[in-house]
């Protein structure tokens, strides 16, 4: 699905202690892509990611999603759109503990009118033979598969991504960059990554840097890499 970034600003704060995060912000990604959002703490690439998925609201501007614009929704569309047409794979994996692997995924598929079948998707995420296993009995690894096979589930037409590999060591970021570009290339989601890793932006079809509030670089990658061969 494509998204459509027109003139967006947020600010936080109130009086003096106001602070403008996004300044302007405009930019299209293309349905199918993997963009990658990078830039430095505090350059406003998480906000802008938590408005394209509805959790916060713009101050001005808005976002188009496909043929709908965020700036019409009211709080129920808005719970629809994200029920509907996201997945949400965040640094921290949150799964429920007292739940199987398998269980925690299933917990979204009730969100879905057209949800992946299971079995198939835990053969993709390669965590079929794990999946009666409890999160405390995964490594982290596996417990951000798991977390992206929950949000996959819903078979959400965008992913959003927010530093999946931020809590995890230099193999198992590798592995869950590779899941993802596989997502990708199986189910042709519209996947946005937050980072703050340069090197992730050559496995990017769609670059994005950002630097105080503002889009400093904008460039499609004519020659990306695929994840297995990055290096950090």
């Avoid at 405009?26 to 509805?54: A, Q, R």
């Avoid at 129920?76 to 921290?92: A, E, I, P």
């Avoid at 949150?94 to 198939?120: A, F, G, H, Q």
Wanted: charged share 25%; net charge neutral; glycine share 8%.
């Amino acid at each position: 699905m494509k998204i459509k970034v027109n003139d967006v600003h947020k600010f936080y704060g109130s009086g003096g202690s106001r602070v403008e995060v996004l300044r302007g912000i405009n930019c299209e990604i293309k349905d199918g892509e993997i963009c990658v959002l990078l830039g430095p703490s505090g350059s406003g690439k998480s906000t802008l990611l938590n408005i394209i998925g509805g959790i916060e609201t713009a101050d001005a501007g808005c976002i188009d999603i496909g043929d709908d614009c965020t700036k019409h929704m009211n709080e129920k569309d808005l719970t629809l759109y994200r029920r509907n047409h996201l997945g949400f794979v965040f640094q921290f994996y949150n799964l429920i503990p007292n739940l199987t692997l398998k269980e925690n995924i299933e917990v979204c598929v009730y969100l879905s009118k057209n949800p992946l079948e299971i079995d198939e998707l835990l053969k993709t995420l390669g965590l079929y033979e794990h999946k009666d296993k409890l999160p405390s009995q995964l490594s982290g690894g596996q417990q951000q598969r798991c977390a992206i096979g929950r949000a996959l589930v819903k078979n959400p037409s965008i992913l959003l991504c927010d530093e999946p590999t931020g809590a995890l060591d230099y193999q198992a970021s590798k592995e869950i960059l590779s899941l993802i570009e596989k997502v990708n290339k199986k189910y042709r989601n519209t996947i946005i990554i937050v980072t703050h890793n340069d090197a992730i932006k050559n496995m990017a079809n769609h670059v994005l840097k950002m630097r105080d509030g503002l889009i400093v670089s904008d460039y499609i990658n004519e020659n990306p890499i695929s994840a297995g061969q990055l290096e950090w």
